[in-house]
């Protein structure tokens, strides 16, 4: 089982930047595939972004496509969801997700481990 602590999220301006972190700890990390998540009020938890073991290959939800950028460090055992040109639209709590494989993290079918979450409010 991975240990997943999420930092970086606050309050921030349309517009604005955040840079969200995930430390991991339990269980290999570096062999295993991450995602973020996010989840806002009234409304289901939805899949953001996802890279695999090695970092090459990553997935985003079209919403924010050009604006999110995830990416891993696997000798610090943080992957991190960096965030530009946010909209009132992608407020919510992100979560981070560890995938049970090394390659896939796009859903929460495939998922074995969940952060307890940060949240991101963005103002309009």
């Known amino acids: 089982q991975v240990q997943l602590v999420e930092s970086g999220g606050g309050l921030v301006q349309a517009g604005g930047s955040l840079r969200l972190s995930c430390a991991a700890s339990?269980?290999?990390?570096?062999?295993?595939?991450m995602a973020w998540f996010r989840q806002a009020p009234g409304k289901e938890r939805e899949f953001v972004a996802a890279?695999?073991?090695?970092?090459?290959?990553?997935e985003y939800v079209d919403s924010v496509k050009g604006r999110f950028t995830i990416s891993r460090d696997n000798a610090k055992n943080t992957v991190y969801l960096q965030m530009n040109s946010l909209k009132p639209e992608d407020a919510g709590v992100y979560y981070c997700?560890?995938?049970?494989?090394?390659?896939?993290?796009?859903?929460?079918?495939?998922?074995?481990?969940w952060g307890q979450g940060t949240q991101v409010t963005v103002s309009s």
């Open positions: 339990g269980r290999a990390f570096s062999s295993i595939a």
């Open positions: 890279i695999d073991w090695s970092g090459f290959n990553k």
């Open positions: 997700a560890a995938g049970k494989t090394s390659y896939a993290a796009g859903s929460p079918s495939v998922i074995g481990s």
